[in-house]
């Protein structure tokens, strides 16, 4: 009984992601051949490039050729066995078992690699199952991202505490809590007035607690209001510079608020009719101090010219 003798064969598959300029080159170097030479063995056509080999050389002929981007096929060599063993199981081989490649849908018989598209079978699987696994887990992941646009409810208000730091408030309302906060204080400096009256230690304790609680409130209203503007609540410690800081203030008096929600939440409520009345008083205060004050200064400037 003589040894079992194999071919090579291939019919121009290449594998997957190689571009045919490059399988021509890396053919024709790895048989030290022109590149013309062998593009014919390309043409799509079965052709045998190598017989008479064991079973280990054609399997290192099939794995050296799938590196340099070509499918090739080991086949039993019929015409260099002549043996009724090898013609058997040549015939044993065509009616093996048979697949369907996962990719092109080609029926062939069961191999490790598709002969039509040249794919590995079980790297392929692999990945559709990998795929498949992802696409499962995101979409019964309860922290995926949502499918549907998350749409924002245009009547949405926040809500209005004076406490805390957390919301926004607007310019009506930043003025007439402000002229509030004011009239607040001055029953509080009454009372530490008559406090220092009856002992100087009492009277300065009750001043300080009130301060911290006056400058605690205020900077929580004015706060708020930055927030109202878009701007960051820390944008508050500018006031303390010389100038720069009365500006900033009136800037925080006129600046118009955000339309809408912004990162410091929803819009506040519409003004309440004492919140007007409020902010309309304040108008008529400063407009008022406004023209004493420019009619003061004629009045001088008159009496001092005389």
Same mark, same amino acid.
């Given at each position: 009984m003589t040894d079992t003798h194999y071919k090579i064969t291939m019919d121009g598959s290449l594998a997957p992601g190689v571009t045919l300029e490059f399988a021509q080159d890396n053919f024709a170097r790895l048989f030290k051949t022109d590149v013309s030479a062998v593009k014919q063995l390309f043409s799509g056509g079965p052709t045998v490039i190598k017989r008479g080999i064991s079973e280990a050389e054609a399997d290192k002929y099939v794995h050296a050729l799938f590196n340099a981007g070509v499918v090739a096929r080991k086949e039993l060599d019929l015409a260099a066995n002549l043996s009724l063993e090898s013609i058997e199981s040549e015939h044993d081989?065509?009616?093996?078992?048979?697949?369907?490649?996962?990719?092109?849908?080609?029926?062939?018989?069961?191999?490790?690699m598709c002969a039509n598209c040249g794919i590995v079978i079980a790297?392929?699987?692999?990945?559709?199952?990998?795929? %498949?696994?992802?696409?499962?887990?995101?979409?019964?992941?309860?922290?995926?991202?949502?499918?549907?646009?998350?749409? %924002?409810?245009?009547?949405?208000?926040?809500?209005?505490?004076? &406490?805390?730091?957390?919301?926004?408030i607007?310019?009506?309302?930043?003025?007439?809590?402000?002229?509030?906060?004011?009239?607040?204080?001055?029953?509080?400096?009454?009372?530490?007035?008559?406090?220092?009256?009856?002992?100087? &230690?009492?009277?300065?304790?009750?001043?300080?607690v009130a301060l911290i609680a006056a400058m605690i409130v205020g900077v929580q209203i004015s706060?708020?209001? @930055?927030?109202?503007?878009?701007?960051?609540? &820390? @944008?508050?410690?500018?006031?303390?510079?010389?100038?720069?800081?009365?500006?900033? %203030?009136?800037?925080?008096?006129?600046?118009?608020g955000t339309k809408g929600s912004n990162l410091y939440g929803p819009p506040p409520p519409e003004n309440s009719q004492a919140v007007k009345v409020l902010f309309w008083i304040w108008v008529a205060v400063i407009g008022a101090a406004f023209v004493i004050g420019i009619i003061t200064g004629m009045l001088g400037a008159m009496l001092s010219g005389q």
């Open positions: 081989a065509d009616n093996g078992e048979r697949m369907t490649c996962p990719k092109c849908e080609t029926e062939q018989t069961r191999s490790e790297k392929f699987n692999h990945y559709q199952a990998q795929a %498949q696994q992802a696409t499962t887990s995101t979409a019964a992941s309860p922290y995926a991202s949502p499918l549907a646009m998350v749409v %924002q409810d245009d009547n949405e208000v926040g809500e209005l505490n004076i &406490w805390g730091v957390n919301g926004r607007g310019r009506m309302r930043y003025v007439a809590w402000s002229m509030v906060y004011s009239l607040a204080i001055l029953p509080v400096a009454l009372i530490c007035a008559l406090a220092f009256n009856i002992s100087t &230690w009492l009277g300065g304790l009750l001043a300080v706060v708020k209001r @930055l927030h109202d503007i878009g701007w960051s609540g &820390w @944008l508050l410690l500018i006031a303390l510079v010389p100038l720069v800081g009365s500006i900033f %203030q009136i800037i925080t008096f006129v600046m118009p």
